[in-house]
């Protein structure tokens, strides 16, 4: 298991290193004139050609991108100096770079923007998670009869409303129309400063990531307990006399569970990777809308960084997902 | 003598589905006497499963519509309450599943499954003596080292072992009835063997009346003291194993009998298939429904077979051996037409 697990993280760092890669080489290959966002915003919207050839000699961009990737890499772990404007800034480990808009490290304002993307994202899981297994539970013991029905169905026209619009309508119909009482200001306040205004400010967001998630677990957690409840080994704990309750949540959730928690691995990394709609609409300060606001400031080293933190968030939440697995299934455990 | 422990008596079991009602048992009638084996023989749909998963009362009572009567130590289990049969599940009635490898959890430890059917019958003991129950339930099936065995999951077992194991939980609670469901079809021959002696031996020990259901008449001729054959979800021959086995007095029980091969290699005797397919469960032949498939209905006078359905009486050997077939001499065309076919050595020798 040990091995298993090295194994599976050494190969997690090879698919960092070339999604890393795979974005740097943009940089020297891409359409874009790199060093243009910075020459822009250093002079004043009056870049001229002689001043952008001087900043991009100084960021490097003359060089040989595997001159420069190593260096890059080399950052993350020891931190580096870097110039900018004949200004030299000491970028410390983990270094991700300076901002090319106001020269500060990159990973300073990704450490503050993380707690927000994490608050939504394990919120909005955990919303979905609570709601949709035990519905898909629920509806694939009466399978078959009108409540499965309507429930299975109506979920799949909600499911299949697109993710941005369904977003505007729980704005629209929670703030607007309805005004729940516990929900607050859209945007978020740490934790620390206000649970209150943390907890009202992100409720809008976890209502619709786990509205709209919970109309898919709901029908993934059907299927797979469905199928589970068919099982041989049910039907054994059946006839061996066991209450209902524990046949159907020892014996067949147990089995059920698995493909959920797959399917739960991959879409919880897409989930800190960026929440961007969510973000966007409910005007919350994470990972996914600075991102967005990287790409049209041209903001290369925040790109950069915010790719890399997506691999690294899907990585993470496979490996998780294998873990769990072990622990769920100890045919898994012992191979 | 006392009454048979189980009576099963004009049991019907319908199941509705998109196409239409399955009629997958129609009015069984059978008993099991305490001590006593009984095998049922059919092919796969012909209702034997279907006939004693209703015994304990498995089938989902919101679709499967069941009626007529079975009495289990004399309570009625059909239209008995959930919780009621849940007492009996496991206690006085136990089963034992073909492919025990889909028929135990694989997530959870194969002793933690044999404690857990004995903790819900005994629900003043102690896991600590679940336990020791559950390694000695394992040493009495013959499962080497059980108090470390005890510990391991279901895919760290042989095939035999799983099977051991199977029975082991189904013993556990020492149940008067022992529903055996194709108990050796997933295991090699040897194996097979070993599990069927340990099954007659825990019989002795434990005298309870045990069901073996089957397709294999080697495992019926071993074990059974009685045999019913079933066809098309109803009974078409009952009677002692010996009675049926010998003087077959069904075509279609000859037709099992033939399709047999002779291990002894007698190259003079030919293996016969049955021809034609199981009948349709929605939409059942009328009369007999094996007549499609029987070589024998030009001898029934006025096509009987085809229109009427013969009822389950005695046959001209006695009364204790039942037979559903419109034959009035069955056991004369059985030892002049079929046994030299199948079986000429017997011929020879007599």
Partial sequence: MFAYIVKRLLAGIVVMLLVSLSIFLLFWYGPSEPARAICDSKTSQRCTPAKLEVFTEELGYNNAWYTEFPEYVGGIFTGRDITIASQTTRCEAPCLGLSYKNGKPVWDEMKGRLPATFSVAIGGAF????????????AARRRGTVADKSLVS??????????????????????????????????????SESPVDWFGGLALAWICLGIFGCTQYT????????????????????????????????????????????????????????????????????????????????????????????????????????????????????? | MSDPFLVVDDLTVKFPTEDGLVNAVTELSYTVEQGKTLGIVGESGSGKS???????????????????????????????????????????VAMIFQDALAALHPFYKVGSQLTEAYLVHHPKATKREARRKAIEMLDRVGIPQPDRRVDDFPHQFSGGMRQRAMIAMGLINDPKLLIADE????????????ILDLLQDLQREF????????????????????????????????GPAKEVLTRPQMPYTWGLLSSVPDVAGDTASKLIPIPGNPPSLLDPPSGCAFHPRCAHTDKVAGGLCSTQLPLLEAGPTGPGHLKRCHLTDPVTVFENEVLPVIAPELLEES
């Avoid at chain 1, 919303?127 to 629920?138: C, F, H, I, N, T």
């Avoid at chain 1, 993710?163 to 306040?189: C, K, M, Q, R």
Wanted: charged share 15%; no cysteine.
């Fill in chain 1, 127 to 138: 919303l979905y998670l609570l709601l949709g297994v035990p519905l898909g539970v629920a």
């Fill in chain 1, 154 to 191: 109506s979920f799949l026209v909600l499911s299949s409303v697109p993710y941005y619009l369904f977003a505007l309508l729980t704005f629209l119909y929670f703030s607007v129309l309805f005004e729940a009482p516990f929900i607050g200001n859209p945007g978020y306040v740490p934790f």
């Fill in chain 1, 219 to 335: 029908r993934y957690a059907r299927g797979a307990m469905v199928e589970a409840l068919s099982e041989d080994y049910v039907r054994t704990a059946k006839a061996k006399g066991l209450p209902q309750r524990e046949v159907v949540y020892k014996h067949a959730l147990r089995a059920a569970l698995v493909p959920v928690v797959t399917i739960f691995g991959i879409d919880f990394g897409t989930l800190l990777a960026g929440t961007i709609f969510t973000e966007k609409i409910f005007d919350i300060d994470g990972i996914g809308l600075w991102a967005l606001l990287a790409v049209g400031q041209k903001d290369l080293p925040i790109v950069q960084a915010t790719a890399l933190f997506a691999a690294v968030a899907l990585i993470l939440s496979n490996l998780l997902v294998d873990l769990l697995y072990s622990v769920l299934d100890p045919r898994v455990r012992l191979s």
């Fill in chain 2, 50 to 92: 279907v006939s004693s998963m209703a015994v304990l009362g498995l089938h989902d009572a919101r679709t499967a519509r069941i009626t007529g009567s079975i009495k289990v130590g004399g309570q009625e289990v059909v239209g008995l309450s959930e919780s009621k049969l849940r007492k009996l599940r496991g206690k006085e």
């Fill in chain 2, 183 to 194: 108990p050796t079809t997933a295991l090699d021959v040897t194996v097979q063997a070993q």
């Fill in chain 2, 207 to 238: 005298n309870s009346a045990v069901i073996i259901i089957t397709h294999d008449l080697g495992v019926i001729a071993e074990m059974a003291d009685d045999i019913l054959v079933m066809y098309g979800g109803r009974g078409v021959e009952n």
